[in-house]
C-alpha cells in the first residue's frame, strides 16, 4: 500500500458525459501528479500540482482539467468524453516538486471505460 | 527534450535465470532514472532509483541497475528470476533538480517467468 488512495476504482460512462476522479495523496506529500496509461499511448503524463498550485503540464487535453484543494487532494476532471479516454488514469504524490526527495508513490489507479 | 527506450516489449526467462530488461534514455540535462514495477491491476512500484553519486544502484526484492552515461543507459538486472518477478517493468527519467519531477516512461517490458 502506498499511501495514496484514489477513487473510484472503476467508472463506466458514455461519449459525452462528464466525470471527476479523486485523489488523496501520502499523508504529508504536496505534489500530485496525474498519469494516463493507455494500450496505444503508454504512460503519459498528464498534469502536476504543487501545494495547490499548477506546476506543470504534459500532453493533457482541453477537455481535461485538475486541481488540488487546500486539503491536498486532487481531482482529475474529465469532460466530453471520446472512446479514446478509456484508460487508467494514475495520481502519484511526493513530499516536494523536484529535487532528490522527488520519489513519486503511485495510486492504485482509477480505470475508465467509456461506451 | 526526455525520452526513455526499453527494448523488447516482452521477455521470458526461465525461473533462476538471469533476467536483464535494457533501458536507453535522452536527456538534455543530467538525469533522474527510476524502474518501476506494476503487477496486474495494481499501481506502479519503485523498485530503484539513481540520482546521483554511486552510479550501481540497488533495489528491492533483489533487482540492481547500473547508471552508464556513456551509454545513455540504465538496464535492470536481477541475478536469479522468481516466478514472482512476473510483472510490467518500467524505466522512467525525469528532469533531475532542475525540473519539475514529472516522469516520462518506456514502453514498459513484460517480464515472464517459466517454471
Known amino acids: 500500500d502506498s499511501g495514496v488512495t484514489q477513487t473510484p476504482k472503476h467508472l463506466i460512462t458514455a461519449t459525452g458525459q462528464r466525470v471527476t476522479l479523486r485523489c488523496s495523496p501520502r499523508s504529508g506529500d504536496l505534489s500530485v501528479y496525474w498519469y494516463q496509461q493507455s494500450l496505444d499511448q503508454g504512460l503519459q503524463f498528464l498534469i502536476q500540482?504543487?501545494?495547490?498550485?499548477?506546476?506543470a503540464k504534459g500532453n493533457i487535453l482541453e477537455r481535461f482539467s485538475a486541481q488540488q484543494f487546500p486539503d491536498l487532494h486532487s481531482e482529475l476532471n474529465l469532460s466530453s468524453l471520446e472512446l479514446g479516454d478509456s484508460a487508467l488514469y494514475f495520481c502519484a504524490s511526493s513530499p516536494e516538486a523536484v529535487g532528490v526527495a522527488n520519489e513519486q508513490f503511485f495510486g492504485p489507479g482509477t480505470r475508465l471505460t467509456v461506451l | 527534450a526526455q525520452s526513455v527506450t526499453q527494448l523488447g516489449s516482452h521477455v521470458s526467462v526461465s525461473e533462476g535465470a538471469l533476467v536483464l530488461l535494457r533501458c536507453n534514455y535522452s536527456s538534455s540535462v543530467p538525469p533522474y532514472l527510476f524502474w518501476y514495477v506494476q503487477y496486474p491491476n495494481q499501481g506502479l512500484q519503485l523498485l530503484l532509483k539513481y540520482t546521483t553519486g554511486a552510479t550501481l544502484v540497488k533495489g528491492i526484492n533483489g533487482f540492481e541497475a547500473e547508471f552508464k552515461k556513456s551509454e545513455t543507459s540504465f538496464h535492470l538486472t536481477k541475478p536469479s528470476a522468481h516466478m514472482s518477478d512476473a510483472a510490467e517493468y518500467f524505466c522512467?527519467?525525469?528532469?533531475?533538480?532542475?525540473?519539475?519531477?514529472?516522469?516520462?516512461f518506456g514502453q514498459g517490458t513484460t517480464l515472464q517467468v517459466k517454471p
Open positions: 500540482y504543487y501545494n495547490g498550485e499548477e506546476r
Open positions: 522512467a527519467v525525469s528532469g533531475g533538480a532542475s525540473n519539475t519531477g514529472k516522469l516520462i
